[in-house]
């Protein structure tokens, strides 16, 4: 059964800067949706980033454009986000998930992800 471990979360000052990792136990990624989510309280999840794992084509929530940049080792089924800048209101827990094969394109869209890691917490502190 396939496991997605999500690692690199910590504490951080606003501004500054953290880099997580997703590590696929069985899979070997190669044309998936692989993505990072994050739920902002009373909101649905968000697709922070998305990267097709293939073309190495990568998609964005606006709100992070410039800051956040996805990234993958396909030999090592990894997936990366570093994150930049962080701002207090992006305190929570981030997701790694496995989306369809595909083409091209990954949707932000959560339940076309099929696999989902425990998530890692980031905390963004004033």
């Known amino acids: 059964q396939e496991q997605l471990v999500e690692s690199g979360g910590g504490s951080v000052q606003a501004g500054g800067s953290l880099r997580l990792s997703c590590a696929a136990s069985?899979?070997?990624?190669?044309?998936?949706?692989l993505g990072w989510f994050r739920q902002p309280p009373g909101k649905e999840l968000e697709g922070v980033a998305r990267?097709?794992?293939?073309?190495?084509?990568?998609y964005y929530a606006d709100s992070v454009k410039g800051r956040f940049t996805i990234s993958r080792d396909n030999a090592k089924n990894t997936v990366y986000l570093q994150m930049n800048n962080l701002q207090p209101n992006e305190t929570n827990i981030y997701y790694c998930?496995?989306?369809?094969?595909?083409?091209?394109?990954?949707?932000?869209?959560?339940?076309?992800?099929?696999?989902w890691g425990q998530g890692t917490q980031v905390t963004v502190s004033l």
């Open positions: 069985k899979y070997t990624y190669n044309g998936n949706c």
């Open positions: 990267i097709h794992t293939r073309s190495g084509t990568t």
């Open positions: 998930a496995a989306g369809p094969l595909v083409l091209a394109s990954c949707p932000p869209v959560p339940r076309t992800y099929e696999v």
